[in-house]
């Protein structure tokens, strides 16, 4: 288990800071921290800490930002297609997918028996005929790959190029004529639409491939409800899902379903609730987006890593206030710091709004 280095040990293992600007994953996730991670570290950077988990994990942009700067880090995120994305960005360090085995991922298995799973069920919803064969092919094809780390690259690869060929990077509707419209668009790009999939495949296992780097840690992903993390970290990030002052929560599963179909490809057709016009999944239910809930969630997870420099990353205008959420992380913790980020603007949101981030010591 992750625990606190003696002082007389840090003599001994060098550190890793980087002087050049650190590249992050290109990112089309909503609510990513892809432009405020910067802004967080420094925040953080003056405290003492060696081992840090980012609990509500994401994109991985934050814990791979804490692992190019040499930390031991940890992740967690309770999709599994978020799951493949720590594998790829967080755990692995060194292992790349070569060009030949990502052209093989590719190519028919004249011996496998294909099922066609996507073109029978997501018919004029998100993509059409031939990209859905097309994913049908590849997606089994990286599922009967050995290695994790580089079934984790190639997944990092298809999800992202499901998400840019997305009107709005999203599956939350059935919209795939936005692409086909001839109307004026103030949103998205054809250009990028309309480009082939294999196309935006290559180059994501490229951009995925350039991003693998050793920190010369034990890095660690995880599938887990927070609740279940087991450990003791020096810090903990938590940027859980938003839910506005009107109530309306960030459901992830409910925008990133069809990712998260991909990641478990033959159990899909029972996770379907095909009632809905974009075959989106049963929903399940989330304390975590109950506005009535939430405040509680909080106040347990504070509880869970008391011992732990706690790192909350909050939107100012959502429930609960950011003034409650001080208030209960003072139960936890004596020092306690709020920064802002004012006039920060969100994708898919003309509205701005503040940023804030909650450190407790």
């Known amino acids: 288990m992750p625990s606190k280095r003696k002082a007389t040990e840090q003599l001994t293992i060098p550190i890793f800071e980087l002087d050049e600007e650190i590249r992050l994953p290109s990112t089309r996730y909503q609510g990513s921290k892809a432009k405020l991670v910067s802004w967080i570290w420094e925040k953080i950077k003056n405290i003492e800490f060696d081992t840090a988990i980012d609990i509500f994990g994401g994109t991985g942009v934050v814990g791979y930002f804490l692992k190019r700067k040499g930390k031991q880090v940890y992740y967690n995120d309770y999709l599994k297609s978020n799951y493949y994305i720590g594998l790829a960005l967080i755990e692995n360090n060194t292992v790349k997918l070569s060009e030949q085995e990502a052209e093989k991922l590719l190519i028919k298995d004249p011996f496998y028996s294909y099922s066609n799973f996507i073109y029978e069920t997501f018919k004029d919803i998100y993509y059409t005929d031939d990209e859905n064969e097309w994913l049908d092919l590849v997606v089994q094809n990286i599922q009967r790959m050995d290695n994790i780390y580089k079934k984790a690259l190639a997944y ?25 419209a001839s109307v004026r ?75 998260e179909g991909l990641a478990d490809y033959e159990n899909w057709g029972s996770k379907i609730n095909h009632r809905t016009k974009n075959k989106s999944f049963y929903k399940i239910y989330n304390p975590w987006n109950d506005k009535n809930k939430i405040r509680e969630k909080f106040q347990e997870l504070f509880d869970k890593f008391r011992n732990s420099i706690l790192v909350i990353s909050y939107r100012a205008d959502g429930i609960p206030s950011i003034e409650q959420i001080v208030s209960d992380v003072k139960l936890f913790k004596k020092d306690v710091r709020v920064y802002t980020y004012d006039n920060y603007k969100y994708a898919l949101s003309n509205a701005r709004t503040s940023e804030v981030l909650i450190v407790g010591e």
Request: net charge positive.
């Open 156 to 180: 990092y690869a298809l999800f992202q190029a499901c998400l840019v060929k997305r009107p709005f990077n999203l599956f939350h509707r059935r919209n795939l004529y936005l692409r086909f």
């Open 185 to 259: 668009r103030t949103f998205g790009n054809k250009a990028t639409w309309d480009r082939p999939f294999v196309e935006h495949f290559r180059d994501f296992i490229k951009e995925v491939n350039s991003l693998v780097y050793d920190n010369r840690k034990e890095n660690k992903a995880f599938n887990l409800d927070v609740f279940d993390v087991e450990g003791n970290f020096d810090l903990v990030y938590i940027d859980p899902p938003y839910t506005s002052a009107k109530g309306v929560s960030v459901d992830y599963l409910h925008f990133y379903h069809f990712l």
